[in-house]
């Protein structure tokens, strides 16, 4: 896990302050969290919280000569699940913040390996305690049931030890399922059915066949967040919400750009009540698709931009960040369906340069390839027999850029020939930026087309214009089809 320390000086001087006394006095508007240890040894403890993927550390104390400690601000503190830990604990302890933010948390840490904590004046921490305690009884069985599974010389029925485990799974659904139930408005809750996954319908549940297969993965494209209420700022301080937001955007997105679009609108329409979670799910959307950690479509950039950025003002967002995503904006653009393609003129073969938008052609493929790229070698030869067989009688032209470090230029000019790709426009740019005929100039290209993943095709008209841009093999091969039958 990454650690982020937030340093004291980062913080305006009123949020956080700490005693190591139990005698100070206290804002009742802010936080006051005392931390009691039984064992009474002199100790540090650090104070912190989740934060999506991250942790961040808050404060350390030292123990009085009571063993205790006293974390306490004039301002009330984010809700969310926080930490405190010190030496010879093993793990940190966890507590929740909401609502109740003046309360004590007694550990007895006699037995390093079995900790036990006490809250007063925390309902909440108490309900956590209790769900903490159930779950702790329900891994041991677990862990023993598994052990014995993974032993050669174990002589009973594995299949009984199987159903022993799917048995506690299922108690632990159960138990989840209650205390939401009981406690509707417990942070708690919240936070279980968040965990919660989405249930399959029965039909779904056990998928024969491709099509069975596809409508499941349809069906968590479209429920996979049910059970996420994205306008409640208190699951950023998780260490859960962040990545089931990630594999929902990885994994069961639909990632056609208008469906993206859709999605993200309706997600950004329900966070918009808590100020919060709008900083946060369109910084992070913003951030993950100018990064490329989401592989969506640069529209889909644009339209973040356009719709939440261009006219919108916010507290989080300074004049710097704003220049970024504008320039972001701006080159997306500059790139979009419609648009002249940018100039490429780079070496050919035979270190003549070759200019692609002198390139004569009623079509032109632009292809991004690289040498030492497998699936590249396998799929260039299988483009050229469509392109001899049918493309190259229609008028269309190939503009093939290998992108590689110089060392391999040698290698490109042999497999150029062996595959008797020599009818192509055939470049080379190097990347190796200790070669001076390379040129930082010339890694602009990628940066020009933002390729970031290979084979990668373009479409061009007879003006060099953007048709078509990052498409595969297979949806290059589909579209040409589509166009010359026109």
Same mark, same amino acid.
């Given at each position: 896990?990454?650690?982020?320390?937030?340093?004291?000086?980062?913080?305006?001087?009123?949020?956080?302050?700490?005693?190591? =006394?139990?005698?100070?006095?206290?804002?009742?508007?802010?936080?006051?969290?005392?931390?009691?240890?039984?064992?009474?040894?002199?100790?540090?403890?650090?104070? =912190?919280?989740?934060?999506?993927?991250?942790?961040?550390?808050?404060?350390?104390?030292?123990?009085?000569?009571?063993?205790?400690?006293?974390?306490?601000?004039?301002?009330?503190?984010?809700? =969310?699940?926080?930490?405190? =830990?010190?030496?010879?604990?093993?793990?940190?302890?966890?507590?929740?913040?909401?609502?109740?933010?003046?309360?004590?948390?007694?550990?007895?840490?006699?037995?390093?390996?079995?900790?036990?904590?006490?809250?007063?004046?925390?309902?909440?921490?108490?309900?956590?305690?209790?769900?903490?305690?159930?779950?702790?009884?329900?891994?041991?069985?677990?862990?023993?049931?598994?052990?014995?599974?993974?032993?050669?010389?174990?002589?009973?029925?594995?299949?009984?030890?199987?159903?022993?485990?799917?048995?506690?799974?299922?108690?632990? $659904?159960?138990?989840?399922?209650?205390?939401?139930?009981?406690?509707?408005?417990?942070?708690?809750?919240?936070?279980?059915?968040?965990?919660?996954?989405?249930?399959?319908?029965?039909?779904?549940?056990?998928?024969?066949?491709?099509?069975?297969?596809?409508?499941?993965?349809?069906?968590?494209?479209?429920?996979?967040?049910?059970?996420?209420?994205?306008?409640?700022?208190?699951?950023?301080?998780?260490?859960?919400?962040?990545?089931?937001?990630?594999?929902?955007?990885?994994?069961?997105?639909?990632?056609?750009?208008?469906?993206?679009?859709?999605?993200?609108?309706?997600?950004?329409?329900?966070?918009?009540?808590?100020?919060?979670?709008?900083?946060?799910?369109?910084?992070?959307?913003?951030?993950?698709?100018?990064?490329?950690?989401?592989?969506?479509?640069?529209?889909?950039?644009?339209?973040?931009?356009?719709?939440?950025?261009?006219?919108?003002?916010?507290?989080?967002?300074?004049?710097?960040?704003?220049?970024?995503?504008?320039?972001?904006?701006?080159?997306?653009?500059?790139?979009?369906?419609?648009?002249?393609?940018?100039?490429?003129?780079?070496?050919?073969?035979?270190?003549?340069?070759?200019?692609?938008?002198?390139?004569?052609?009623?079509?032109?493929?632009?292809?991004?390839?690289?040498?030492?790229?497998?699936?590249?070698?396998?799929?260039?030869?299988?483009?050229?027999?469509?392109?001899?067989?049918?493309?190259? $009688?229609?008028?269309?032209?190939?503009? %093939?850029?290998?992108?590689?470090?110089?060392?391999?230029?040698?290698?490109?000019?042999?497999?150029?020939?062996?595959? $008797?790709?020599?009818?192509?426009?055939?470049?080379?740019?190097?990347?190796?930026?200790?070669?001076? %005929?390379?040129?930082?100039?010339?890694?602009?290209?990628?940066?020009?087309?933002?390729?970031?993943?290979?084979?990668?095709?373009?479409?061009?008209?007879?003006?060099?214009?953007?048709?078509?841009?990052?498409?595969?093999?297979?949806?290059?091969?589909?579209?040409?089809?589509?166009?010359?039958?026109?």
């Amino acid at each position: 896990m990454k650690l982020v320390f937030l340093l004291s000086s980062f913080f305006v001087c009123s949020f956080l302050h700490f005693a190591k =006394g139990a005698d100070a006095k206290f804002s009742v508007d802010g936080y006051q969290i005392k931390i009691k240890i039984v064992s009474k040894q002199p100790t540090k403890i650090y104070f =912190g919280r989740y934060k999506g993927n991250n942790v961040e550390f808050l404060d350390t104390l030292s123990t009085n000569e009571n063993s205790e400690a006293i974390f306490y601000g004039e301002t009330k503190l984010a809700a =969310g699940i926080y930490f405190i =830990g010190y030496q010879p604990l093993q793990e940190n302890l966890d507590f929740l913040i909401d609502k109740e933010q003046h309360f004590e948390m007694i550990i007895n840490d006699s037995n390093p390996n079995y900790v036990v904590t006490e809250f007063k004046n925390s309902s909440e921490n108490n309900l956590y305690n209790y769900y903490k305690g159930y779950i702790s009884e329900q891994s041991f069985l677990i862990e023993s049931l598994r052990l014995k599974l993974s032993d050669p010389n174990y002589s009973k029925d594995s299949s009984e030890l199987i159903k022993e485990l799917k048995n506690i799974d299922k108690k632990i $659904q159960d138990k989840r399922n209650e205390i939401i139930a009981n406690n509707k408005t417990s942070f708690l809750s919240k936070l279980l059915l968040t965990l919660k996954d989405v249930e399959l319908p029965k039909d779904l549940q056990k998928p024969s066949n491709k099509a069975d297969s596809l409508k499941t993965l349809k069906y968590l494209s479209n429920h996979f967040l049910d059970n996420v209420d994205l306008s409640d700022g208190r699951l950023i301080y998780t260490p859960f919400f962040e990545s089931k937001v990630d594999t929902y955007f990885l994994e069961y997105m639909d990632l056609n750009a208008d469906s993206v679009i859709v999605t993200l609108k309706k997600m950004l329409n329900k966070a918009v009540i808590d100020k919060t979670m709008t900083e946060w799910l369109l910084s992070k959307l913003l951030n993950g698709s100018i990064s490329h950690y989401y592989k969506w479509d640069e529209s889909v950039y644009i339209f973040l931009f356009q719709n939440y950025i261009s006219d919108n003002k916010y507290d989080w967002l300074n004049d710097r960040s704003r220049e970024f995503y504008t320039e972001k904006a701006l080159f997306y653009m500059s790139i979009s369906k419609g648009k002249k393609a940018t100039e490429i003129l780079l070496p050919s073969i035979t270190d003549n340069e070759i200019s692609l938008l002198n390139t004569k052609a009623k079509y032109t493929i632009l292809s991004f390839w690289d040498i030492t790229c497998h699936h590249c070698l396998e799929t260039l030869p299988k483009l050229d027999s469509i392109y001899q067989a049918n493309w190259k $009688q229609n008028g269309i032209k190939i503009f %093939s850029v290998c992108v590689s470090d110089q060392e391999f230029k040698g290698e490109w000019r042999n497999y150029i020939n062996k595959s $008797q790709l020599q009818t192509w426009n055939n470049v080379f740019n190097s990347i190796d930026l200790n070669d001076n %005929s390379a040129g930082l100039s010339r890694n602009l290209v990628l940066q020009n087309y933002n390729v970031w993943y290979y084979p990668t095709f373009f479409l061009l008209d007879e003006n060099k214009h953007l048709m078509a841009k990052k498409l595969s093999y297979v949806q290059i091969v589909k579209l040409l089809d589509s166009v010359l039958k026109k």
